[in-house]
Nanobody, 118 residues
Framework: QVRLVESGGGLVQAGGSLRLSCAGS????????MAWFRQAPGKEREFVAVINWFGTITYYGDSVKGRFTMSRDNAKNTVYLQMGSLKTEDAAVYYC???????????WGQGTQVTVSS
């Protein structure tokens, strides 16, 4: 069982940066793929990024490539999403997720709101 808690959301101007954190509890945190998703009002949930167990492999959604960076610190049971060059269309609730395999996400956080002003 893994419990996930996101933090770091808030209001930022377009072009600015923000770093999200997702703290996990549970002994097996380092054994999970970790991912970020987002969902804006009226839109479907969108994949943002995923990272493997050791933090050596990452994949990003096309809409955030080159602007967002995902990392993890297994000693702190935490993953991060560094977001840069933010656009108004990046505004959403951001969720982190954990799973034993990529795309098999069994645990989800409660989400953190990101608002981007123009």
């Amino acid at each position: 069982q893994v419990r996930l808690v996101e933090s770091g959301g808030g209001l930022v101007q377009a072009g600015g940066s923000l770093r999200l954190s997702c703290a996990g509890s549970g002994r097996s945190f380092a054994n999970y793929y970790m991912a970020w998703f987002r969902q804006a009002p009226g839109k479907e949930r969108e994949f943002v990024a995923v990272i493997n167990w050791f933090g050596t492999i990452t994949y990003y959604g096309d809409s955030v490539k080159g602007r967002f960076t995902m990392s993890r610190d297994n000693a702190k049971n935490t993953v991060y999403l560094q977001m840069g060059s933010l656009k108004t269309e990046d505004a959403a609730v951001y969720y982190c997720a954990a799973g034993p395999e990529m795309a098999d996400y069994r645990y989800w956080g409660q989400g953190t709101q990101v608002t981007v002003s123009s």
